[in-house]
T-cell receptor, first 113, second 112 residues
């Protein structure tokens, strides 16, 4: 499968736990983006990363959320001490270069109990 | 605050007709423009992208861009029931901060 791979597809956490969402970009793509889609709302940009660098995190909540894209392995979106309001679909997208179209993974549906 | 506006619909179009979807954006410095299709419960799928003023055609789809009016549109010819979905307009300002700003989408219904 040459597409953007996200896992898990569904993740259930209790309030206060940590959630880790993973994303492997398409082959040949070095730019990774994370978006969040709340119920009945549009897609919101969270963070843009290249290998070992955060380029733009202007859409990330100031607390509890962090992202990384290490030299080896997938990009990780980490949410600490989850709250009910974190329940959403989290999508990862990748592109080969700046300004090029972004292709989306299937997303991770996060549910907070 | 960068904004992308779309009519939420639903937009109902008979099968075989042309569906016309519109989008306006607030950031005059925007450089790249994209249309994604999203079926309920699924991820966004890239349909078209356009960078320059004018029209760009790909099969049944035509994207139109007018930077002076800050307006982007998507035309779908010979509409099929399988085209029924939410269509998301997305804009990138580039300049290194390449996160897309999305509209809330237009819900399109193709009536058989």
């Amino acid at each position: 499968n040459a597409g953007v791979m996200q896992n898990p597809r569904h993740l259930v956490r209790r309030r206060g736990q940590e959630a880790r969402l993973r994303c492997s970009p398409m082959k040949g793509h070095s730019h990774v983006y994370w978006y969040r889609q709340l119920p009945e709302e549009g897609l919101k940009f969270m963070v843009y990363l290249q290998k070992e660098n955060i380029i733009d995190e202007s859409g990330m909540p100031k607390e509890r959320f962090s992202a990384e894209f290490p030299k080896e392995g997938p990009s990780i979106l980490r949410i600490q001490q989850v709250v009910r309001g974190d329940s959403a679909a989290y999508f990862c997208a990748s592109s080969p270069r700046v300004y090029q179209p972004q292709h989306f993974g299937d997303g991770t549906r996060l549910s907070i109990l | 605050q960068k904004e992308v506006e779309q009519n939420s619909g639903p937009l109902s179009v008979p099968e075989g007709a042309i569906a016309s979807l519109n989008c306006t954006y607030s950031d005059r410095g925007s450089q790249s423009f994209f249309w994604y299709r999203q079926y309920s419960g699924k991820s966004p799928e890239l349909i078209m992208f356009i960078y320059s003023n004018g029209d760009k055609e790909d099969g049944r789809f035509t994207a139109q861009l007018n930077k002076a009016s800050q307006y982007v549109s998507l035309l779908i010819r010979d509409s099929q029931p399988s085209d029924s979905a939410t269509y998301l307009c997305a804009v990138s300002s580039g300049g290194g901060a390449d996160g897309l700003t999305f509209g809330k989408g237009t819900h399109l219904i193709i009536q058989p």
